[in-house]
């Protein structure tokens, strides 16, 4: 290509505007990010903030960090990039993973490598079974031995015999190898395909892609945090209550179900655990005017309130207010987890690295355990059962800040049940049944010598007398609570009357003694 100037001036200024272009091009450049990693995640009971960490260097110019292979279910609003030092952040954008660029991961290389070397052999294989064919098929075709006018040499035939005789052995030995290596490679290579088949299943999760452009003076080493909101993740608490004997404090493991499928592995990551909701607004709040009225039944009717004089009977008014301030927050460690409280949630940051594939499957973090006081009552329904079942009653366990879920039941190193933990309920102790005792016999009999049944006066008249009996079969003393009861009448013509109840607690209204 030639170019012809007029003068030496506007030959300058072409020449510096090539050069503004191709500098210009040369620095806007696409980048690849293929090792940023998880650090840390903090995990809501729906949803998850993830918190990845991007190393690269990058030159002089602008450059567009492109982060491949992350959850499709990343929130956009909540994407946020920090630690971008002397550089300039111009823009961040996501989307879906619209790429034709197959990003095969290290297994499924070399699983499929290793595909193309059994495969290989195969072929060997098959064709070294060829060649022996053909040679078998070849000393069939020349067995026959002089002419038709020809005698035969017994010393030759001898000869020729052995060697028919021997070759056609050691070619039927190695055809039978071939196929024993031949059945081996395709059940290996059945294996290797399954394999392969398993990862590119894994790899055909939907996956999405985040772009950072970021315009840097000269080289230099970037350090970036990269935030973002993820669905399709959780944690559901859940509790082990174990009792050694009816003495000791009761030990409370507080636990949590974490699962993910948000299509990234959680490897070695540091767990936050919050009761918090991440889906409230982030708007700020906006005061409203506040007006007062008085509420009349037959008509409504706006005026202004002398506060200073006797609120009206029929006036109601109900205020809640809610301190939210920083300071009230609380924090204590113990020794694998850091717990933050404030008004509005509890943090738990597990100090032990967990590893949380994207699969759905729940794995279990413990939390924390606590010891409860508890109080041992036995109690029995001798009526309906004639066991003996040991209740604990647990004080203490509102001010642990716990949520709703199962617990898992152990009294004596021994699984005893399931029960459950409602930290709504407004009862400051929780009754859990530690189970059936044996040791505990208890029998309800009826004492046919003390009933009757006759008329009086042209009524009939039954009295029934039970007696309940209980034995002590353990060790130490113990106190238990037995439930009978009497019958209540709903008919005027039918009178009840209890004559005695060995001092027990009798309601008339629903008819147990206790």
Do not use: C
């Amino acid at each position: 290509m030639k170019f012809s100037f007029e003068n030496q001036s506007m030959r300058n200024v072409f020449f510096a505007f090539f050069v503004l272009i191709s500098g210009t091009s040369a620095a806007q450049t696409l980048k690849t990010i293929k090792n940023s990693e998880i650090k840390t995640v903090r995990v809501y009971q729906n949803g998850a903030q993830v918190n990845r960490s991007v190393q690269t260097t990058v030159e002089a110019g602008i450059t567009q960090l492109l982060i491949p292979n992350l959850s499709s279910s990343i929130s956009k609003s909540t994407i946020a990039v920090s630690g971008i030092a002397d550089a300039t952040l111009l823009s961040v954008v996501h989307q879906l993973n619209s790429l034709e660029e197959e990003m095969k991961t290290p297994e499924l290389k070399n699983m499929e490598d290793s595909l193309l070397l059994l495969m290989k052999d195969k072929d060997k294989a098959t064709s070294l079974q060829e060649v022996f064919l053909e040679e078998i098929t070849l000393l069939k075709a020349n067995k026959s031995v002089g002419g038709a006018n020809v005698g035969v040499d017994p010393d030759n035939l001898k000869e020729i015999a052995d060697f028919f005789r021997e070759r056609m052995i050691e070619l039927k030995v190695k055809l039978l190898d071939l196929e024993k290596e031949q059945t081996s490679l395709d059940e290996r290579i059945a294996k290797v395909s399954r394999h392969i088949g398993e990862l590119n299943a894994k790899n055909d999760v939907p996956s999405s892609i985040i772009i950072i452009a970021v315009s840097a003076k000269s080289r230099m080493n970037l350090n970036l945090n990269l935030t973002y909101f993820v669905s399709g993740a959780g944690w559901t608490p859940k509790y082990d209550i174990r009792a050694t004997d009816i003495k000791n404090p009761v030990l409370l493991a507080y636990k949590a179900d974490i699962l993910q499928n948000t299509g990234e592995e959680w490897k070695d990551v540091k767990l936050t655990l919050s009761t918090g909701n991440p889906s409230l607004s982030g708007n700020k709040p906006e005061l409203l005017p506040w007006y007062l009225d008085i509420y009349r039944p037959e008509y409504q009717h706006k005026t202004n309130l002398n506060l200073t004089n006797q609120v009206p009977a029929n006036y109601e008014l109900n205020e809640v207010q809610i301190s939210t301030r920083k300071s009230d927050a609380t924090t204590y460690q113990w020794d694998a987890v850091i717990v933050e409280q404030n008004q509005l949630s509890t943090d738990f940051e597990i100090q032990i690295p967990y590893t949380i594939p994207s699969d759905g499957k729940q794995y279990t973090v413990d939390i924390q355990s606590y010891e409860l006081p508890a109080s041992f009552t036995y109690f029995a329904v001798p009526k309906k059962d004639k066991d003996a079942f040991l209740i604990a009653k647990i004080t203490g366990w509102e001010s642990l800040n716990l949520l709703a879920g199962k617990s898992n039941v152990y009294f004596e190193g021994s699984f005893v049940g399931e029960s459950s933990i409602n930290p709504r309920s407004t009862n400051d102790t929780l009754d859990l049944s530690l189970g059936r005792d044996k040791k505990i016999v208890i029998l309800r009999e009826k004492q046919k010598e003390l009933s009757s049944s006759k008329f009086v006066g042209g009524n009939v008249v039954k009295e029934l007398n039970y007696e309940i009996s209980v034995r002590n079969g353990k060790k130490e003393s113990i106190q238990i609570v037995i439930e009978d009861q009497v019958p209540i009448s709903k008919n005027g013509d039918i009178k009840v009357n209890v004559q005695e109840n060995s001092s027990g607690n009798y309601s008339e209204e629903t008819g147990k003694v206790m």
